[in-house]
């Protein structure tokens, strides 16, 4: 089955640890995305990656980071600095990267910190 | 930066009703993306439509784009139970998709 995938579904981090979420796709797309969705709310771009090797921040980059060494993974590492990051978390990608293009989205990871 | 905004929030019917929702945006765009999400899950993409495309079907959906007043509507005729789920338009912003904040949709047996 092609399609993007998130482990793991749920996450618990004690304060002042680092957690990273993975993200793999099976869809050969160049381009990947990080959201952050809060209750209630859209979604907030964290960091995107228009092809390998090379990732942006997006608009709440602050206390993440990234890396995309490989075509068809893209983890999410949320530090200690983030200060508040209990928060659903959702990947994504796309064929290419342009703000037109259809997305594709994994199931989302669920990050609660105690 | 928001560029979509869903209106209304939320929104409660009955099965069988037709289901409204609108969004508007602020500047210009090459196409405007409708994606469900249910809870706890991850979006998927319903359907797109192009700036010179003033409507379009989809099986129950059907979206209308109307530039001059920069905004587009979903919507979802003979709705069912499984229809229960938040809906996000989503345009074009700064060479990103910037996703609204949502209609949550609840169609009651």
């Known amino acids: 089955d092609g399609g993007i995938t998130q482990s793991p579904k749920y996450l618990f981090r004690k304060e002042g640890q680092n957690v990273t979420l993975s993200c793999e796709q099976n869809l050969n797309h160049d381009a990947m995305y990080w959201y952050r969705q809060d209750p209630g709310q859209g979604l907030r771009l964290i960091y995107y990656?228009?092809?390998?090797?090379?990732?942006q921040k997006g608009d709440i980059a602050e206390g993440y980071s990234v890396s995309r060494e490989k075509k068809e993974s893209f983890p999410l590492t949320v530090t200690s600095a983030q200060k508040n990051p209990t928060a659903f978390y959702l990947c994504?990608?796309?064929?290419?990267?342009?703000?037109?293009?259809?997305?594709?989205f994994g199931p989302g990871t669920r990050l609660t910190v105690l | 930066s928001q560029q979509g905004e869903e209106d209304p929030q939320a929104l409660s019917i009955q099965e069988g009703e037709n289901a409204t929702m609108n969004c508007s945006y602020k500047?210009?765009?090459?196409?405007l993306q409708w994606y469900r999400q249910n809870s706890g899950r991850g979006l998927v993409h319903l359907i797109l439509i192009r700036s010179n495309e003033r409507e379009k079907h989809s099986g129950r959906l059907r979206v209308t784009l109307d530039t001059s007043k920069k905004s587009s509507s979903l919507l979802i005729t003979a709705s069912r139970a499984a229809d229960t789920a938040s809906y996000f338009c989503a345009t074009e912003g700064a060479q990103k998709l910037v996703f609204g904040q949502g209609t949550r949709l609840t169609i009651n047996p």
């Open positions: 500047t210009s765009i090459n196409n």
């Open positions: 994504a990608s796309s064929i290419s990267y342009r703000g037109a293009d259809t997305q594709y």
């Open positions: 990656s228009q092809i390998v090797n090379d990732f």
